[in-house]
């Protein structure tokens, strides 16, 4: 079982940057390809970026391609992402999540765990 915890979120204007970090527990963190996922209020949970167990393969949402950059360091069991340029619309609580599969997916119920999730605010 994996355990997760992000930080890192906070309120920016419109055009600023965060950097959000994903810690997780445990000897096997290597093993799970890990996902970013957000939510913003009245709307679905909906896929923001993924990255393979290596960190060799990165997938984004269009929303985000060329702002976003998701990384991981398993020396530290941790995944982060970077956000750039950001934008009113990005306002979301934005959870990390660890899939156990080798099939990539952006399908939020794919995956087999969560954290509790960190608040970004944008505003204009």
């Known amino acids: 079982q994996v355990q997760l915890v992000e930080s890192g979120g906070g309120a920016v204007q419109a055009g600023g940057s965060l950097r959000l970090s994903c810690a997780a527990s445990?000897?096997?963190?290597?093993?799970?390809?890990m996902g970013w996922f957000r939510q913003a209020p009245g709307k679905e949970r909906e896929f923001v970026a993924r990255i393979s167990r290596s960190g060799g393969n990165t997938y984004y949402a269009d929303s985000v391609k060329g702002r976003f950059t998701i990384s991981r360091d398993n020396a530290k069991n941790t995944v982060y992402l970077q956000m750039n340029s950001l934008k009113p619309e990005d306002t979301a609580v934005y959870y990390c999540?660890?899939?156990?599969?080798?099939?990539?997916?952006?399908?939020?119920?794919?995956?087999?765990?969560w954290g509790q999730g960190t608040q970004v605010t944008v505003s204009s």
């Open positions: 999540a660890a899939d156990r599969s080798f099939q990539s997916t952006r399908d939020a119920h794919k995956y087999d765990y």
């Open positions: 445990g000897r096997t963190f290597g093993t799970y390809a």
